[in-house]
């Protein structure tokens, strides 16, 4: 078993985004919005904020009283606040928001102007997604891609256009994506068919999903429930990609239950932590700092 070490992919996204903004004495600025009580959020949001003071950005952070009566639309008013201030290059909403207002999820989500919602997730940059028009990609999505190139042979690397090698790499795999939905499991789904025609994407409700999952070349899982697949459910040599990240007690745990068996069947795995998480981060970054320094050389 190889690790997909996701701290040095980050970091070298890192430092690259360091030296483009070193080099174009820009610096971006970054409008965090934070409308949760969950530990877990909190935390990665103030990574986020540490992480991009780190390589340059200017971040605003934006926490919210979550017992106000019209909360909803206190974070709908600030956030078109931001839209309409020209200072501001970028938004994020760290999800999943606070319990009153999960219902209101995508309607505060498509407040964002799509030209500032740099972690993809407005219904307008999906849909462009989805057509291949340029648009942002949600980082989470970018993490998955990155954690896939880690895996490529290097031979493979650069050849021709800005990921045209993924083609020649996924040809004849079996992609399994265990979510469906819009912030992973969709658009991943969007990006990846334009490589793989052979990629199925399921749910809770769907059949035969151990049968489904044991025939994987790349099993890509982000159910957020923890430890429900093992050595019993995965192919010899599969890639797996766990996207899942939840703290229990002191361990943090991902969808895969790691083990020496697991470890001797398959080929490359995400740590848990330490995987798609900080790649996540890093793509949320590079999707800031592309904007602003093409705008910037536009000028």
């Not at 102007?113 to 999505?141: C, S, Y």
């Not at 990006?191 to 990629?199: A, F, G, Q, T, V």
Request: negative net charge; proline residues 3%; charged residues 25%.
């Amino acid at each position: 078993m190889k690790l997909i070490d996701g701290k040095k992919i980050s970091k070298e996204i890192l430092d690259g985004l360091k030296q483009k903004l070193e080099s174009s004495h820009i610096r971006p600025k970054l409008a965090i919005v934070l409308v949760s009580d969950d530990e877990a959020s909190k935390t990665y949001t103030y990574l986020k904020a540490k992480r991009a003071e780190e390589i340059g950005v200017v971040v605003e952070n934006y926490d919210f009283k979550l017992h106000s009566v019209d909360l909803k639309s206190q974070v709908i008013n600030k956030i078109n606040e931001l839209n309409n201030d020209d200072s501001i290059d970028g938004i994020l909403l760290q999800l999943p928001l606070h319990e009153s207002l999960r219902d209101s999820t995508d309607e505060i989500v498509d407040t964002i102007d799509p030209e500032k919602d740099v972690d993809g997730l407005t219904t307008i940059n999906q849909k462009k997604l989805e057509e291949g028009i340029r648009t942002f990609v949600p980082a989470t999505v970018e993490a998955v891609i990155e954690c896939i190139k880690y895996t490529c042979p290097k031979e493979l690397l650069g050849e021709g256009d800005q990921l045209s090698y993924l083609g020649t790499f996924l040809q004849g795999k079996r992609i399994v994506i265990v979510n469906d939905s819009k912030l992973i499991g969709k658009p991943l789904f969007s990006l990846l068919s334009r490589y793989n025609e052979s990629i199925q994407v399921l749910n809770k409700y769907s059949q035969d999903i151990e049968s489904i999952i044991s025939q994987a070349d790349i099993l890509i899982t982000a159910t957020g429930q923890t430890q429900i697949f093992d050595v019993s459910n995965v192919k010899q040599s599969c890639t797996i990609i766990d996207i899942t990240s939840v703290k229990k007690g002191d361990t943090v745990l991902g969808d895969v239950t790691i083990s020496k068996e697991l470890e001797e069947k398959v080929e490359w795995i995400t740590p848990v932590p330490g995987g798609v998480g900080p790649i996540t981060i890093a793509c949320l970054l590079r999707n800031l700092v592309n904007k602003a320094v093409y705008l910037n050389s536009t000028k």
